[in-house]
Structures are given as structure tokens and as C-alpha cells.
């Protein structure tokens, strides 16, 4: 017997008489107004309708405080990134008032939960679990915006895929990612957690993190054992918190916000995420978590999401001191009616929304809505058929961190590293190159760093150093390796660093890894000076003093100002923080076993005065001109240039690649149902096999607002021997081209258009002219 059938014999009692109450309550203080109604009507995310009715069958055994419980996560109260709100957990528990539960990290501890929930509870529905799982669960691969620069979505589709199944084979059911947050100011600690600064790149990342997290783009894939349901976040715009500071406002027009913010969380729900987190921050005013406009008119009416919105771990809570509710009750009224169905940690639904129904100030029928939704998932993930599914040791040691887990998380460090620089070719260093090497700085020789933040179970001691990665690829070779640590990240003394110093002397090149401690960047993690640190920076100067050559590898969760650097050193490698196979994938890389493809998905700024900086920027009625900038009542500075150290798109190869013979099968393209056909031929100039990243720029001269002086419209990431051509075809439509003009209506609109083949955002060759009419 199915257990919702069972539970419906034992419920039916209670049920009618509390749904009498209901009615009766409710019809004493009348309904709300429809404007509170979180949606009139309940539309399923699977569309099955066996499931509804199965939903239905739950649903109708509640009473009002069961559902609410149904809208209520709590911590376990292991890892947890904010004030646990209440104490009350476990009794909630045995009372079947929670819906969901975070943190939970162990099969035993779920179990227990678990059981607790269906079999000590009236109705015994199941709980769903869920965990940041964010680039990895066990096995860590690199930070989301260092995998970015892969520019590999199958790669980031089956990273995602591999961390849900680690994690599902330990019973976790729910993620919360991928966080698609556009990132454009460096000073944000949470620029590691996503996919850079642009919308199409931000797009297509999130649409392969959420196919791999959820086993595909339906509603069917989630009853595997070995798929997680997905998150969207942070709804919405979180990213563009002024000055950096986690939490802060997001002040910006309707237009930026829809052309430049909005288009990632959308693919999101187009690639059929089952869940949206709403952000910390207010918009424009109006904090998202209490944001009907957001989380029910644009993402319910207008894109048609059908799964559950979460709120942010006690996001409803802060909406006192953001200071548009002037209690919790009241900020619980305002949430349900702007569209949060779960409350994260909180515990304002399962204190208020009972009371707050009966006032009428939050309708039932949207609580019933809310809790459908949640139901259904449930249904969907096969909780309701065997509660205990996802529990199995075996499985879990089975599908924890397996040979070819391994080498997935080893090529997708090599490909997300980013050669910045390399004069006069000093990398790579050959096994056969029989140069003395020095090995030297705070993050050569550490693992506990390399998983950067939000780095789920992964063991930090199991983290591959750099020099290990080096010492067991150079072993037995003629490369002979010594080692100076010079500095910690904040420390140094003159006796490290005449130790570095002595090291130095005695090699014929330096390799220097040096950066940030993981948790400089993460939530809540803003710096304001973005350099290296003092010591570090001491210990580089000496090592220059000694005239050797000097390759620095830069570990960070953000783009660094490499300015300094980038004079002063021979080689860059921007490295991130790249996880449990960290130190052999960048070994892959500096003795040239992987030839570099990584390309930035973030500008690098010349100094944290630039912050913002981003590619596709407006032109002002005063541009600077790039051959000649001077300031003379230009948009530009006094004291140095508009452009980044290091532009979106940009990555050097061991080899070089030309691009020409830049085609158009047509000058002319309509603004409806219309393409036009783009070809290059694409050459690997030098003399060494590798990859790299075509990537299709447009620009529209003329529109009824004013467009970015440069939009990624398409790229491809293709392989190319030694000597060898290819022609790469791009398909540009209409609709590609579209944007949100003066009406907020997304349309494409006549006008002059510039179109660029090229090898990064500011390479400005391979240009053709059109037009749309
Ligand atoms: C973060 C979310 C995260 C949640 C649960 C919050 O502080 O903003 O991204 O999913 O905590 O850990």
C-alpha cells in the first residue's frame, strides 16, 4: 500500500474537522485580497498528473500547522553560516513540523532523522535533505569561477554531475546550486562561488550545472539515486551588492537588471531547476525576500517557474532589520505573499503563518500552493515510496571519490588554470629540460587551502599540494626540485626569506605559488585591497633580486590586482583554488603534459580603483579613445587606463592560434525569425597541440537604449594540432540578438551592427559590419 494511502486512513478524522476550522476561521476574517495570493492557481513542476493527485492526497490529511511545518528547514547544527534561529529543532521534529533539514552530513544521522519524521510522526512524511554542495561534495574540483574558465560545459555538467553523486550516495536529496549571480566587482568573497561577469557565458554555465546536478533537463531524473535537486541563487542580483560588501543593496534599473542579472537564473529554469533561492539583498528598495514583483510576477507569472522558492538562510528574519517589517511575524506575512515557500532556518513560518492565516493575512490557499510544491518534490525524489532510499553505505563507498572521479577533478584543474603571462616561453619545463627548479611560497607546499571555500565534505588534508603534484611528475626525470616555503600568507621573517633567497641562487628558474587563504573570499569575505599581501609581495622582491627567471602561480577566489606582478614576474598562472586534485592538475600544466586553455571569465582589474570593471560596458557620450586615452573630459582616469591588466576571454597556450578569413553568409538580418551564419578559420600557429576558445562579440551601434560596446554571443572551445585549420560556423538569430529596450519588452530592434571573431573580449580584429532591418 502506498504510504499516502495508509496515512489517509489514519488522518481522515483529523483532517475534516481542521478543515472545517479553517473554513469557518477564514470566512470570519474574510479572504485576503488576491494580491497576497501567492499564485491563484497550483501548477506542478512534473505536469504528471498521477503525481498531483498523489500530492493532493497528502495535502488533504493536514492540518494548517503540518503543512506550515512542510514550509520549514532547519540547520542540524553542524556547519552553519549564520545564527541558528531556533532551539526548538528536535521537538519540531518529533512533532512532523519540519519539511526539510541542512547539514545533516552523515547516512547515520539522516537515518535517524529520517526515521523520526515517517515512522514517529501522524502523517510520516519524509524529510528532504539538502547541503551546499557547490563544486564538489568529497571529491572538491576547482571553485565555480575557476572551472568557468574551462569554457568546457560538458566538463562543468559532469563535475556537477559527479558531486550529486557523492552526495545523494550519502543521502543528501538537495543542493544549494548553483549559484548563477553575475559577478563583476572583485572586492565580493563570492565571486569564487559563480561564473564571472557575463550573462550568455553565466547562461549556458548555469543551464550545465543544473542538467548535472539533476541528471537532466526533466522532472524524471530527480528519482535517481544518483541526482540531486538543484538551487538556483541568490534571487536575484546579489552580485551587485554596492561597494563589494556582502549584503549590501543592489541599486540598478529595471534594464540592467534584466539584461545583465536576470538572464542566468532564468537559463537556469529553463534547464528545469526544481528550486530558486531568494537573495539577502534588497533591490532597488525592496528586499528580494519580500519582493512579490520578483519572486511571483517575474519568476512564476513571467518565466513559468513551477518548483519551490527558498529563502536565504534567515533571510525572512532580516527583513526587521532591513526595515520593512517591523516584526518577524510580520516579515513572515511578507515573505509568503511575495513568493517564499520555504523558510531557511528561520522558524518565523512555523511560529506566525498558522496565526497569520487566521487573521486572514496570508491566505491557506497559498500555503496550500507552497506546500504542494514541496510535496511534489518529495514525490518526485521517491521519498514518499521508500523514505530511506538514498541511505546505503555501500553505495556511498562505492561512489566516493573513484579513480575516475579523480581524473575528471585532475583535467578539470589543468583546464581551468589561466596562462596570464609566459616571456620568452619559460613554460613549459620539460622532464628533459635538466634545470634545477625552486620551489618557493606559503602556498606551495599546503592542502589545507586548495579547496577554497564552500568546499562541501571534501577532506582538506586529502588536497594534492602543488609540490607534490611537481615532485612525483619531476621524479626520476633530470629536473632537479628544492624547496624554501619564504612566507605564510600573512608572515614572513628575514631568516625565511634569505632562505627562499639561498634557494633561489642555487636554480635556474623560481616557482613561486602564493595568493589568498581560502576563506578571504566565500560569503561575507569583502577585501578591500586585493593585492597580495605585504609579506608575500617582500618575499617576490627578493626572489626578483636575484635575477633568476620566475614563474608565480596565484591561488585566489577572486581576480587579484596582479599589476605588480605582471611587470615583474616572467610567467602568471592564475591558478584559483583547485581542489582535491590540485597539485597534479597544475603539475600537468607546468611540465606541459596539458597544454593551457583557460580563458578569464572575470576582468583583472590595474587596481581596486577600476572596481566594477567588466567588458561589456556602456560607451558614454564621452568614450576615451584606447589609442590615445587621455582624460580631457573623457570617460576615462587621471592616473591610469580604462582597460583591465587582463580582459574577459583572455588566456595564453603554449601555442599560438590566428584567426581569419572572418565571413557572413549575409550582411542583412531581419528582427524576427531570421539568422545569419558566421565562419573563421582557426589556425594553431605554433608548434604544440592545444585548445582554445573562439568566442563570437556583437555590437549594436544604434538602439532606443544604449547597448554594452561588446555582448558574447556565442564561443567554442575547439582542439587544434600543431600546424592545423579549422573553420568554425556560429549560427547568430533574431532572436540571439534581442534585448530588454525602453518598454522592458525583450525585442530585437533595427540598427547598425558590429560583429567580432576573436580570441577575447578586447581583441578587435576579425571585424565585420551588418545590419538589422
Ligand atoms: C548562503 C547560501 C547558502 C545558505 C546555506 C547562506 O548564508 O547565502 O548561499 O546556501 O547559507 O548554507
Same mark, same amino acid.
Not at 52 to 75: A, I, N, P, W, Y
Not at 376 to 397: N, V, W
Not at 506 to 514: P, S, T
Not at 694 to 710: E, F, G, I, M, W
Given at each position: 500500500m502506498? #504510504?499516502?494511502e495508509?496515512?489517509?486512513k489514519?488522518?481522515?478524522?483529523?483532517i475534516?474537522?481542521?478543515? #472545517?476550522l479553517?473554513?469557518?476561521?477564514?470566512?470570519?476574517?474574510?479572504?485576503?485580497?488576491?494580491?497576497?495570493?501567492?499564485?491563484?492557481?497550483w501548477?506542478?513542476?512534473?505536469?504528471d498528473?498521477r503525481?498531483?493527485?498523489?500530492?493532493d492526497?497528502?495535502l488533504?490529511?493536514?492540518?494548517?500547522?503540518?503543512?506550515?511545518?512542510?514550509?520549514?528547514?532547519?540547520s542540524?547544527?553542524w556547519?552553519?553560516? +549564520?545564527?541558528?534561529?531556533?532551539?526548538?529543532?528536535?521537538?519540531?521534529?518529533e512533532?512532523?513540523?519540519?519539511g526539510? #533539514?541542512?547539514?545533516?552530513?552523515?547516512?547515520d544521522?539522516?537515518?535517524?532523522?529520517?526515521?523520526? =519524521?515517517?515512522?514517529?510522526?501522524?502523517?510520516?512524511?519524509?524529510i528532504?535533505?539538502?547541503q551546499?554542495?557547490?563544486?564538489?561534495y568529497?571529491?572538491?574540483?576547482?571553485i565555480p569561477l575557476?572551472?568557468?574558465?574551462?569554457w568546457?560545459?560538458?566538463m562543468m555538467?559532469?563535475?556537477?554531475?559527479?558531486?550529486?553523486?557523492e552526495a545523494?550516495?550519502d543521502?543528501?536529496?538537495?543542493?544549494?546550486?548553483?549559484?548563477?549571480?553575475?559577478?563583476?566587482?572583485?572586492?565580493?568573497?563570492?565571486?569564487?562561488?559563480?561564473?564571472?561577469e557575463?550573462?550568455?557565458l553565466?547562461?549556458k554555465?548555469?543551464?550545465?550545472?543544473?542538467?548535472?546536478?539533476?541528471?537532466?533537463?526533466?522532472?524524471k531524473?530527480?528519482?535517481?539515486?544518483?541526482?540531486?535537486?538543484a538551487?538556483?541563487?541568490?534571487?536575484?542580483?546579489?552580485?551587485?551588492?554596492?561597494?563589494g560588501?556582502?549584503?549590501? $543593496?543592489?541599486?540598478?534599473?529595471?534594464?540592467?537588471?534584466?539584461n545583465?542579472?536576470?538572464?542566468?537564473?532564468?537559463?537556469?529554469i529553463?534547464?528545469?531547476?526544481?528550486?530558486m533561492?531568494?537573495?539577502f539583498?534588497?533591490i532597488n528598495?525592496?528586499?528580494?525576500?519580500?519582493?512579490h514583483?520578483?519572486?511571483?510576477?517575474?519568476?512564476r507569472n513571467?518565466w513559468?517557474?513551477?518548483? !519551490?522558492?527558498?529563502?536565504?538562510?534567515?533571510?525572512?528574519?532580516e527583513?526587521?532589520?532591513?526595515?520593512?517589517a517591523?516584526d518577524?511575524?510580520?516579515?513572515?506575512?511578507?515573505?509568503?505573499?511575495?513568493?517564499v515557500?520555504m523558510?531557511?532556518?528561520?522558524?518565523?513560518?512555523?511560529?506566525?503563518?498558522?496565526?497569520?492565516?487566521?487573521?486572514?493575512?496570508?491566505?491557506?490557499?497559498?500555503?496550500d500552493?507552497?506546500?504542494?510544491?514541496?510535496?511534489?518534490?518529495?514525490?518526485?525524489l521517491?521519498?514518499?515510496?521508500?523514505?530511506?532510499?538514498?541511505?546505503?553505505?555501500?553505495?556511498?563507498?562505492?561512489n566516493?571519490?573513484?579513480p575516475?572521479?579523480m581524473?575528471t577533478?585532475?583535467?578539470?584543474?589543468?583546464?581551468s588554470?589561466?596562462?596570464?603571462?609566459?616571456?620568452?616561453q619559460?613554460?613549459?619545463?620539460?622532464?628533459e629540460?635538466?634545470k634545477?627548479?625552486?620551489?618557493i611560497?606559503?602556498?606551495?607546499?599546503?592542502?589545507?587551502?586548495?579547496?577554497g571555500?564552500? =568546499?562541501?565534505?571534501?577532506?582538506?588534508?586529502?588536497?594534492? $599540494?602543488i !609540490?607534490?603534484?611537481?615532485?612525483?611528475?619531476?621524479?626520476g626525470?633530470?629536473?632537479?626540485?628544492?624547496?624554501?616555503? @619564504?612566507?605564510?600568507?600573512t608572515?614572513?621573517t628575514?631568516g625565511?626569506?634569505a632562505?627562499a633567497?639561498?634557494?633561489?641562487?642555487?636554480?635556474?628558474?623560481?616557482?613561486?605559488?602564493m595568493?589568498?587563504?581560502?576563506?578571504w573570499?566565500?560569503?561575507?569575505a569583502?577585501?578591500?585591497?586585493?593585492?597580495?599581501?605585504?609579506?608575500?609581495?617582500?618575499l617576490?622582491?627578493?626572489?626578483?633580486g636575484? +635575477?633568476?627567471?620566475i614563474?608565480l602561480?596565484?591561488?585566489s577566489?577572486?581576480?587579484?590586482?596582479?599589476?605588480?606582478?605582471?611587470?615583474?614576474?616572467d610567467?602568471l598562472? &592564475?591558478?584559483w583554488f583547485?581542489?582535491?586534485?590540485?597539485g597534479y592538475?597544475?603539475?600537468d600544466? #607546468?611540465?606541459?603534459?596539458?597544454?593551457?586553455?583557460g580563458?578569464?571569465v572575470?576582468?583583472f582589474?590595474?587596481?581596486?580603483? &577600476?572596481?566594477?570593471?567588466y567588458?561589456?560596458?556602456?560607451?558614454t557620450g564621452?568614450p576615451?579613445?584606447?589609442?590615445?586615452?587621455?582624460?580631457?573630459y573623457?570617460s576615462?582616469?587621471?592616473d591610469?587606463?580604462?582597460?583591465?591588466?587582463?580582459?574577459?576571454?583572455?588566456?595564453?597556450?603554449?601555442?599560438?592560434?590566428?584567426?581569419?578569413?572572418?565571413?557572413i553568409?549575409?550582411?542583412?538580418l531581419?528582427?524576427?525569425?531570421?539568422?545569419?551564419?558566421?565562419?573563421?578559420?582557426?589556425r594553431?600557429? @605554433?608548434?604544440?597541440?592545444?585548445?582554445?576558445?573562439?568566442?563570437?562579440?556583437?555590437? &549594436?551601434?544604434v538602439?532606443s537604449?544604449?547597448? $554594452?560596446?561588446?555582448?558574447?554571443?556565442?564561443?567554442?572551445?575547439?582542439?587544434?594540432?600543431?600546424?592545423?585549420?579549422?573553420?568554425v560556423? !556560429?549560427?547568430?538569430?533574431?532572436?540571439?540578438?534581442?534585448f530588454?529596450?525602453?518598454?522592458m519588452?525583450?525585442?530585437?530592434? $533595427?540598427?547598425n551592427?558590429?560583429?567580432?571573431?576573436a580570441?577575447?573580449?578586447?581583441d578587435?580584429?576579425?571585424?565585420?559590419?551588418f545590419?538589422?532591418e
Amino acid at each position: 500500500m502506498m #504510504i499516502e494511502e495508509k496515512r489517509q486512513k489514519t488522518g481522515e478524522n483529523i483532517i475534516s474537522v481542521v478543515s #472545517i476550522l479553517a473554513l469557518i476561521l477564514l470566512s470570519a476574517c474574510g479572504s485576503p485580497s488576491s494580491e497576497t495570493v501567492r499564485a491563484d492557481k497550483w501548477q506542478s513542476f512534473s505536469g504528471d498528473k498521477r503525481i498531483e493527485h498523489r500530492v493532493d492526497s497528502v495535502l488533504k490529511l493536514m492540518t494548517l500547522e503540518e503543512k506550515v511545518g512542510q514550509m520549514t528547514q532547519f540547520s542540524a547544527n553542524w556547519s552553519v553560516t +549564520g545564527p541558528v534561529m531556533s532551539d526548538d529543532f528536535q521537538s519540531y521534529l518529533e512533532k512532523g513540523l519540519i519539511g526539510s #533539514i541542512f547539514n545533516a552530513t552523515s547516512i547515520d544521522g539522516i537515518r535517524r532523522m529520517q526515521k523520526i =519524521a515517517v515512522e514517529e510522526t501522524r502523517l510520516g512524511i519524509p524529510i528532504l535533505f539538502g547541503q551546499d554542495v557547490i563544486h564538489g561534495y568529497k571529491t572538491i574540483f576547482p571553485i565555480p569561477l575557476g572551472e568557468a574558465c574551462s569554457w568546457d560545459l560538458e566538463m562543468m555538467r559532469r563535475t556537477a554531475e559527479i558531486a550529486a553523486i557523492e552526495a545523494a550516495s550519502d543521502g543528501i536529496n538537495w543542493t544549494f546550486a548553483p549559484m548563477v549571480d553575475i559577478g563583476r566587482d572583485a572586492r565580493w568573497g563570492r565571486v569564487m562561488e559563480g561564473a564571472g561577469e557575463d550573462p550568455y557565458l553565466g547562461s549556458k554555465v548555469a543551464e550545465a550545472r543544473v542538467i548535472g546536478f539533476q541528471g537532466g533537463r526533466g522532472a524524471k531524473s530527480l528519482n535517481s539515486l544518483t541526482t540531486l535537486l538543484a538551487c538556483g541563487k541568490h534571487l536575484a542580483a546579489y552580485g551587485a551588492a554596492e561597494s563589494g560588501r556582502d549584503y549590501n $543593496p543592489a541599486e540598478l534599473s529595471e534594464h540592467t537588471l534584466r539584461n545583465v542579472y536576470l538572464p542566468p537564473y532564468k537559463a537556469a529554469i529553463d534547464a528545469g531547476v526544481g528550486t530558486m533561492m531568494a537573495s539577502f539583498n534588497e533591490i532597488n528598495g525592496v528586499p528580494a525576500t519580500a519582493n512579490h514583483w520578483l519572486l511571483t510576477e517575474i519568476l512564476r507569472n513571467e518565466w513559468g517557474f513551477t518548483g !519551490f522558492v527558498v529563502s536565504d538562510y534567515t533571510g525572512i528574519n532580516e527583513l526587521v532589520p532591513h526595515g520593512v517589517a517591523k516584526d518577524e511575524k510580520h516579515a513572515a506575512e511578507l515573505a509568503v505573499n511575495a513568493g517564499v515557500d520555504m523558510d531557511m532556518t528561520g522558524a518565523t513560518y512555523i511560529k506566525y503563518l498558522p496565526k497569520l492565516v487566521k487573521e486572514g493575512k496570508v491566505s491557506e490557499k497559498s500555503i496550500d500552493n507552497a506546500v504542494r510544491s514541496i510535496l511534489e518534490i518529495k514525490f518526485l525524489l521517491g521519498l514518499f515510496d521508500d523514505p530511506y532510499r538514498y541511505l546505503d553505505e555501500e553505495r556511498a563507498k562505492e561512489n566516493t571519490m573513484t579513480p575516475e572521479f579523480m581524473r575528471t577533478a585532475r583535467k578539470a584543474v589543468a583546464s581551468s588554470v589561466v596562462l596570464l603571462k609566459n616571456d620568452n616561453q619559460i613554460l613549459p619545463i620539460s622532464k628533459e629540460s635538466g634545470k634545477t627548479v625552486a620551489l618557493i611560497g606559503p602556498l606551495m607546499n599546503d592542502s589545507i587551502n586548495l579547496n577554497g571555500e564552500w =568546499a562541501g565534505l571534501g577532506d582538506r588534508n586529502k588536497s594534492v $599540494p602543488i !609540490f607534490r603534484g611537481l615532485t612525483e611528475k619531476y621524479k626520476g626525470s633530470s629536473v632537479n626540485l628544492i624547496y624554501a616555503e @619564504g612566507s605564510s600568507i600573512t608572515e614572513t621573517t628575514a631568516g625565511k626569506i634569505a632562505e627562499a633567497v639561498s634557494a633561489a641562487r642555487r636554480a635556474d628558474i623560481i616557482i613561486a605559488a602564493m595568493g589568498e587563504d581560502f576563506n578571504w573570499s566565500g560569503e561575507a569575505a569583502v577585501r578591500t585591497d586585493i593585492r597580495l599581501p605585504e609579506p608575500q609581495h617582500e618575499l617576490l622582491k627578493a626572489l626578483k633580486g636575484t +635575477g633568476k627567471p620566475i614563474v608565480l602561480i596565484t591561488l585566489s577566489g577572486r581576480p587579484l590586482d596582479l599589476s605588480w606582478e605582471d611587470e615583474n614576474m616572467d610567467a602568471l598562472l &592564475q591558478a584559483w583554488f583547485p581542489g582535491t586534485q590540485g597539485g597534479y592538475g597544475i603539475a600537468d600544466v #607546468i611540465a606541459g603534459d596539458y597544454n593551457p586553455s583557460g580563458r578569464l571569465v572575470i576582468s583583472f582589474p590595474r587596481n581596486i580603483g &577600476q572596481i566594477p570593471i567588466y567588458y561589456n560596458q556602456k560607451n558614454t557620450g564621452r568614450p576615451v579613445d584606447l589609442n590615445n586615452e587621455t582624460v580631457d573630459y573623457k570617460s576615462g582616469y587621471l592616473d591610469t587606463s580604462i582597460t583591465p591588466l587582463y580582459p574577459f576571454g583572455y588566456g595564453l597556450s603554449y601555442t599560438t592560434f590566428g584567426i581569419d578569413h572572418a565571413k557572413i553568409d549575409k550582411n542583412v538580418l531581419k528582427t524576427k525569425g531570421d539568422k545569419i551564419t558566421v565562419t573563421a578559420h582557426v589556425r594553431n600557429t @605554433g608548434s604544440t597541440d592545444g585548445e582554445t576558445v573562439v568566442q563570437l562579440y556583437t555590437r &549594436q551601434l544604434v538602439a532606443s537604449v544604449t547597448r $554594452p560596446v561588446k555582448e558574447l554571443k556565442g564561443f567554442q572551445k575547439i582542439a587544434l594540432k600543431a600546424g592545423e585549420s579549422k573553420q568554425v560556423t !556560429f549560427e547568430l538569430t533574431s532572436d540571439d540578438l534581442a534585448f530588454y529596450g525602453i518598454d522592458m519588452q525583450k525585442k530585437t530592434e $533595427p540598427g547598425n551592427m558590429k560583429l567580432w571573431v576573436a580570441q577575447h573580449a578586447a581583441d578587435n580584429s576579425n571585424e565585420i559590419d551588418f545590419s538589422i532591418e
